[in-house]
């Protein structure tokens, strides 16, 4: 049974929103939380950076000020419009991961991205979005009891499989587990027996000797093997995970002070202005500073699930809580696998890890679940139209 009923929705006194109503209506307290943070990410790539705004720095405040835009214009449109080129959206981003098969910019032994000169493109980053759209758009127009039949959502498995597949052959094991994580949220939410996913988890395992022998590229090998023990090789492939519990352990309760951190200033720590900046963050502000921030994940989580319950039509719920899903998965993923609870699989930490298309795509998120919040009391019907209409 799904987590929503989709029947006897409110009736909507009045169908449009004028502009100064959609703009009364974005929370503003949620913009804030998202300030705050990434707020904390320019500061502590300042801090990588040794006291300095470049390289790093500099450039995540201007992404984040055009980010920061980019939200309430978002966050003003009318909802109808996502529904509507919700799949010329996924297919495009699909093209574009296509054309990244075929001609993308090869990086650290990679094939992830578009290189337009003055910037680079990852189109993996850009589906985590269109995904959970296309699903979202795809479940909205069926029924309770269309979800739990197979032929339903053959569809569906494929348009999850197919970006993938794709992104598994650049390689990056991270966005693929990201993509299925959040399309298995999606799926859950729209009433998929959990038999179903216990049959897929079986299929999983029984599968893993295959993919291990014959998918798996060595390094990716190499990163469970570390997980599992990483003192097996403390200068090689070891390295990365036990220099980040030096860092961890280093900052104990209250940390060691803004710009006191030894193990990224003397270049112990590699990746610190990416995937292992967390760590970097909780060495100068201790564990009360790395539980501060993750409780402002946390509010933007709950307030993320509490905007997909308010919301009348069931397209704004799925993509609502879609994209939250997506953003907590990403926040425990990289926390986990700082911290070796998970192998390294190159998941970056929303707004703080220095990235453009990552930082982009999270801004792009916030800006959809404030246009759900907007537009919480607009019905949609199954054409993603008004139902008046």
């Known amino acids: 049974m799904s987590v929503f009923s989709v029947t006897n929705p409110l009736r909507l006194r009045k169908s449009e929103l004028s502009f100064k109503d959609r703009f009364k209506n974005i929370s503003w307290l949620y913009i804030f939380i998202v300030t705050l943070i990434a707020s904390i990410g320019i500061i502590t790539l300042y801090s990588v950076a040794n006291g300095s705004m470049d390289p790093w720095a500099s450039k995540q405040l201007i992404r984040f000020a055009f980010g920061l835009a980019l939200i309430v214009f978002i966050a ?175 900052g104990s309760i209250f940390g060691k002070g803004f710009l006191q951190g030894t193990q990224s200033s003397l270049n112990f720590l590699p990746e610190k202005h990416t995937d292992f900046i967390f760590t970097v963050f909780a060495e100068e502000f201790g564990m009360i500073g790395g539980l501060l921030l993750l409780a402002l994940y946390i509010a933007l989580i709950i307030f993320g699930f509490y905007i997909a319950l308010r919301c009348t039509s069931f397209f704004g719920k799925l993509l609502a809580l879609g994209l939250t899903a997506n953003l907590f998965f990403y926040v425990f993923i990289n926390v986990a696998m700082v911290m070796g609870i998970v192998p390294v699989v190159g998941v970056p930490l929303p707004l703080i890890s220095y990235g453009g298309t990552a930082m982009m795509t999270h801004m792009i998120s916030f800006g959809l679940i404030q246009c759900v919040f907007v537009n919480k009391d607009i019905q949609i019907g199954r054409s993603g139209a008004n139902p008046d209409n």
């Open 76 to 250: 003003m449109t009318d909802l109808r419009i996502w529904i509507r080129y919700s799949y010329i959206f996924y297919f495009f981003t699909l093209l574009l991961l296509i054309y990244v098969e075929l001609f993308g910019h090869d990086a650290m032994g990679a094939q992830r991205w578009i290189n337009l000169g003055f910037i680079q493109i990852q189109p993996s980053e850009l589906m985590k979005i269109a995904l959970v759209l296309a699903l979202a758009r795809f479940f909205h127009g069926t029924s309770l009891q269309e979800n739990e039949t197979f032929k339903t959502l053959l569809i569906p498995i494929i348009l999850v499989a197919l970006p993938v597949l794709l992104v598994l052959k650049q390689p990056d094991l991270g966005t693929a587990v990201m993509l299925t994580i959040s399309a298995s949220v999606v799926f859950f939410l729209v009433g998929v027996q959990i038999w179903k996913f216990g049959i897929v988890a079986l299929l999983a395992l029984i599968s893993m000797p295959i993919a291990w022998n014959f998918f798996l590229h060595d390094y990716q090998k190499q990163r469970v093997l570390t997980f599992l023990d990483p003192q097996k090789d403390p200068l090689g492939a070891g390295y990365h995970i036990i220099q980040s519990h030096i860092t961890l352990g280093s």
